[in-house]
């Protein structure tokens, strides 16, 4: 009997890639990681012919096959982790808390990452009026996070698909300008613990690595001391 092999495509510094990566070993799921091309000058051109395929329209990574399911989004390839490898569960137990924490996920993806997005193309600039701004966004975004720790250690209660998400946003916030103060003691050591977990090491070192070797900016926190 062929035993099927989950397929993970994802590249070198695709956040949302990165997010499927963690969850899937923080499960222990046997999986294989295909990572699309890419390069300096073209970016993921030539597109890989399976993520074209199955995310034809916005052709990024990162998609999974898996048998006879197919799936783009980094959130909806969780959903399906979830449901297929519910131990270690990567959502809190209760259903009002599993809200909760979807919602700190979505929030981390489509409220604090466009101020980042915003931030790309602007380092020569970082007291223009929109870096500003979109500096000051993550700031209150990260006062928020920062009264949640208040009373966990973790974003939504228990360590979940949110922390991940959230994480992988704000090495990229780091990278491009919006840091982390010591107005957020609680926030910052979230981001160690973070740092410290087997599974977020494995995915992020890599990156940090192959962001070295293009000269591009790495993460001040992840640098080496």
Excluded at 12 to 32: R, T
Aim: hydrophobic letters at 45%.
């Amino acid at each position: 009997m062929t035993t099927t092999i989950t397929k993970i495509y994802s590249g070198p510094l695709s956040m949302f890639g990165a997010k499927v990566q963690i969850a899937a070993l923080e499960k222990g799921i046997d999986f294989e990681q295909i990572m699309v091309p890419f390069t300096k000058g073209d970016a993921y051109e030539p597109k890989h012919p399976d993520v074209l395929r199955i995310n034809p329209v916005k052709q990024q990574v990162p998609v999974l096959i898996d048998g006879d399911v197919e799936l783009f989004d980094s959130t909806q390839i969780f959903e399906y982790l979830e449901d297929r490898y519910p131990t270690p569960a990567l959502w809190p137990q209760g259903i009002a808390e599993r809200a909760r924490a979807r919602q700190l996920e979505q929030k981390s993806d489509e409220v604090f990452f466009p101020n980042v997005i915003k931030l790309f193309g602007l380092q020569h600039d970082m007291q223009s009026a929109p870096a500003v701004a979109a500096c000051a966004g993550c700031a209150r975004f990260y006062e928020e996070m920062e009264g949640l720790l208040a009373t966990r250690d973790y974003l939504a209660g228990p360590y979940s698909f949110a922390d991940i998400a959230f994480y992988m946003a704000c090495i990229f916030a780091d990278r491009k300008g919006a840091r982390m103060t010591q107005a957020t003691p609680r926030l910052l050591a979230w981001r160690s613990r973070m740092g410290e977990r087997p599974a977020v090491r494995a995915v992020v070192e890599p990156m940090m690595r192959f962001l070295a070797s293009e000269g591009r900016d790495v993460a001040s926190f992840l640098m080496p001391r």
